[in-house]
């Protein structure tokens, strides 16, 4: 009798530890395959979740834990952690809805208010991702004139510059937030014109968003712009700089000649966007331009040329 059981609990033994192996191999087999999927982690505090691997997919239950401590802690260590965790789970689509679901949305805007401006990069970075989904772009928009305020007034060339426009960028790539930056026309070619590499980058980003939406055009060419800016279409120029002004110009060209307007629209001001874009000088930039030594630049000011 005693034999029996002895062999029942052996049998009983190898089916946990096939069970277990099994485990071991598909979490082995899942890392080498760099596991693209949804991994959840078991139930844990909520601090505990802002430590080590924010790579991790967190459930509802502990995305829920997660807003709860970023509302509750003043530790702007645990602040910024929790903002990381939350930004990076953000990229999901899954838990972009979630979080709006929880009322993360709020939770995360209002530390973009913080003084800290590691904590306000992060939590402009959160609302970055969770900008790609739309019905998050709803609640999200009540904060776009803040940002466009911070992004206009904030220390040159910052990663929190940077993270604002980042999101402004997202929050225009469809027409329906975008004339809130109407105001700001103006400023963000500035901003253009003075920063740094990256920061004309995602400034150019941001400026080809509006340029695709006709009810933007007017806005763009009264901007009040220096004549610096027709630096930027100088053959030297950085390619991933000269091909997006030279698409800014092609997408306002469009633009104009889809409302029915052509180059001698007068009602535009002196010193704006207009009279740089149409004016003899940068007429004689394009055409040095069809001589240019990349074919990806040549090929686009050949597009622009003949709509002088």
Known sequence: MGGARDVGWVAAGLVLGAGACYCIYRLTRDRRRGCRGRRLRPSRSAEDLTDGSHDEVLNAEQLEKLLYLLESTEDPVIIEKALVTL???????????????????PIVGNKINSPNDSIKEKALNALNNLSVNVENQIKIKIYVNQVCEDVI?????????????????????????????????????????????????????????????????????????DPSFLSLYDGQM????????LTLFQNIKNCLQMEGHGA?????????????????????????????????????VVTIIPKF
């Open 87 to 105: 930004g990076n789970n953000a990229a999901f689509s899954a838990n972009q809805a979630i979080i709006r679901e929880l009322g993360g949305i």
């Open 238 to 245: 950085a390619k991933e700089i000269l091909l997006r002004v």
């Open 153 to 225: 007034s904030d220390t040159p060339n910052s990663a929190v510059q940077l993270a604002g426009l980042r999101l402004l960028t997202n929050m225009t790539v469809t027409n329906d937030h975008q004339h809130m930056l109407s105001n700001y026309i103006t400023d963000l070619f500035h901003l253009l014109l003075s920063g740094n590499g990256s920061t004309k980058v995602q400034v150019l980003k941001l400026l080809l968003n509006l340029s695709e939406n006709p009810a933007m055009t007017e806005g763009l060419l009264n901007a009040q712009v």
């Open 264 to 300: 001698n629209q007068p009602s535009f001001a002196k010193g704006s966007l207009f009279f740089l874009l149409y004016g003899e000088e940068c007429a004689q930039k394009m055409r040095a331009l069809v001589y240019h030594h990349d074919e990806d630049v040549k090929e686009k």
